[in-house]
């Protein structure tokens, strides 16, 4: 059987723990687009201060960085620099066969790590909290990607 | 046979798909370069500013921001914050072996907001316009990886 | 037998190439850390100013840019844009079963062309080199793309 079916349980404790970080990567976006709302303002591009229907009363503040905006621009990036090698490690990871409860551990101990690292983050916690959580996920994508080369270079 | 195989239909599908938008994401390097060498401006490092075969007049000013360079790199950002969850929501999204006829629906339906959402932000239209296409790409990754989400949780 | 499997060889070589490539993402979070702990300074949040047991003196200069960390960030921007996209193009491009020779070829000269960009870029060469080895890496994607494009198009 292929490794990359939901049939086999490791894959699909992959792909729990890889849905649940893509609807959090995407959450950002939104949460870009509450917070620019609810300050009116941290907008990026010239023609957002036009008037429109949603922008009835434009002024030349709004392209202005917003610092409440701007938090959630720099967990984004954050998200940006980790996420999508985590999805990419983690898939790869999953052809070595691993033990469940070892990918479970690394899996959902991912996620775990990032949401942590998200309410420090968005609660402007001080630097050793957000760097700890951050560390552990860090250390998860090195660890499987670690693992997953030396398996690889066996063959 | 294995879902990731090009003679599933659904895979093939995605492949495409995928590929248009790596293909997308690229290109937007490639325009950064040409509208860098058009402005003879918006270089980012200090050593762009060298005497070079191909900078033979370096000046102070090819290091500050030019909007027509900048445009671009917004463009970029909002690739980089969306293409990849595509990619990796589509991946795994074949593997709940979905009907051809939803999946074409889904992959090309987001290829074709991503190229309209490229020509809104490029020719600068207003934000109502750039957020509509914004919004069709990410609804379909959201219901992608809720699809998916809900059919890992099952096995 | 499944193309994503680690007795493919043509696979096995993506994957060695892939984790080289998660690895050195990985290390640019790093080298940031370094970068900004070395400089004692470089930092992007206000909660990073507070006086905690790693930043026992701060001083509002820590927030102010650091180009020794700022050229790390645009390095690590230059993964983004890169190298996820390498990450699915070389996994897409396995299925279209390529003689290993020419899968070894681009995947492992992806990988040096990404450590000698690196190399350029940290060392701040003129724009010539670190342009030459990112143009390499970036045709190769460019490649690999079209062929499985034009595969899948095929079925």
Redesign the interface.
């Known amino acids: 059987m ?6 086999n ?1 490791v ?2 404790t992959y ?2 723990a ?3 970080m ?2 959090k ?2 959450a ?3 949460l870009t ?1 509450v917070r620019m709302v609810g300050a009116n303002g941290g ?6 201060m ?1 008037k ?4 009835p009363n434009p002024h030349a503040n709004q392209t202005a960085p917003n ?1 409440s905006v701007e ?1 959630i621009r ?1 967990i ?1 990036l954050n998200v ?3 996420v ?2 985590f ?3 983690g898939l ?1 990871y999953v ?2 066969q691993p033990d469940l409860w070892l990918a479970q551990l690394l899996f959902y101990g991912y996620v775990v790590s990032r949401l942590l690292h998200f309410i420090a983050y968005i609660t ?5 909290i957000r ?1 700890t959580f951050w560390t552990v996920g ?1 250390v998860i ?2 660890y499987m ?2 693992a ?2 030396v ?3 066996g ?1």
């Open positions: 292929a490794d990359f079916n939901l049939g349980p894959f699909a792909v729990v890889a849905c649940l893509i609807l990567a995407v950002m976006s939104w687009v907008f990026r591009n010239p023609e957002d036009k429109t229907p949603m922008n610092e938090r720099r984004h940006l620099e980790n999508p090698f999805l990419a490690a790869l052809t070595t402007a916690q001080i630097h050793e760097a860090s994508i090195l990607t670690g997953t080369l398996k690889a270079l063959y």
